[in-house]
Antibody
Framework: QVQLVQSGAEVKKPGASVKVSCKAS????????ISWVRQAPGQGLEWMGW????????NYAQKLQGRVTMTTDTSTSTAYMELRSLRSDDTAVYYC??????????????WGQGTLVTVSS | SYELTQPLSVSVALGQTARITCGGN??????VHWYQQKPGQAPVLVIY???NRPSGIPERFSGSNSGNTATLTISRAQAGDEADYYC??????????FGGGTKLTVL
């Protein structure tokens, strides 16, 4: 079955960087994109951006431009999300999700289990 | 930027029908997707492109979209349907947009 498995929880200090991985299985990795979505404690879902696993093209949310980088390793079917210059308000659960799309429209299915990133001094 | 508005909470009696709305400017011209998120779990897609159910999602879940409001309808509500529900669209100016989420309580 289609599955996305993410790396474990991280604790980082303000100003540091974090890199979260998302390993895909059960489908042809390069046929779909991967999107990243985060959720601060008790809050809603915030889209961070997406990457095409086919050609590596990316599209980031304007709010995170310059701090986030999404990459893929097609040899291991793994996507990565790196966030730099961490602040306390970056504390959140970070999810990866496979992007299903049709005619410029996109939705997410399935999702990874989530990775808690805590930013604290 | 495009915005989606959801009620903070909706309550429904066990076995009755719950309706969760998602408001947006001319949202009927867009495709709306719905996710269910139970406490401590990742979101799960329950409706895509307004009214389509992924495999494994019960027929009790349905969706509609017209004018300025999209609606997720849950028939014969069960205790296991208690969760947060999020609508989502793709917009040409802001890419992916999520609604703020609605907490469904089954009484």
């Amino acid at each position: 079955q289609v599955q996305l498995v993410q790396s474990g929880a991280e604790v980082k200090k303000p100003g540091a960087s974090v890199k979260v991985s998302c390993k895909a299985s059960g489908y042809t990795f390069t046929s779909y994109g991967i999107s990243w979505v985060r959720q601060a404690p008790g809050q809603g879902l915030e889209w961070m951006g997406w990457i095409s696993a086919y050609n590596g093209n990316t599209n980031y949310a304007q709010k995170l431009q310059g701090r986030v980088t999404m990459t893929t390793d097609t040899s291991t079917s793994t996507a990565y999300m790196e966030l730099r210059s961490l602040r306390s308000d970056d504390t959140a659960v970070y999810y990866c999700a496979r992007v299903d799309s049709s005619g410029g429209d996109s939705w997410f299915d399935p999702w990874g289990q989530g990775t808690l990133v805590t930013v604290s001094s | 930027s495009y915005e989606l508005t959801q009620p903070l909470s909706v309550s429904v009696a066990l076995g009755q029908t719950a309706r969760i709305t998602c408001g947006g400017n001319n949202i009927g011209s867009k495709n709306v997707h719905w996710y269910q998120q139970k406490p401590g779990q990742a979101p799960v897609l329950v409706i895509y492109r307004d009214s389509n159910r992924p495999s494994g999602i019960p027929e009790r879940f349905s969706g509609s979209n017209s004018g300025n409001t999209a609606t997720l309808t849950i028939s014969r509500a069960q205790a296991g349907d208690e969760a947060d529900y999020y609508c989502q669209v793709w917009d040409s100016s802001t890419d992916v947009v999520f609604g703020g989420g609605t907490k469904l309580t089954v009484l």
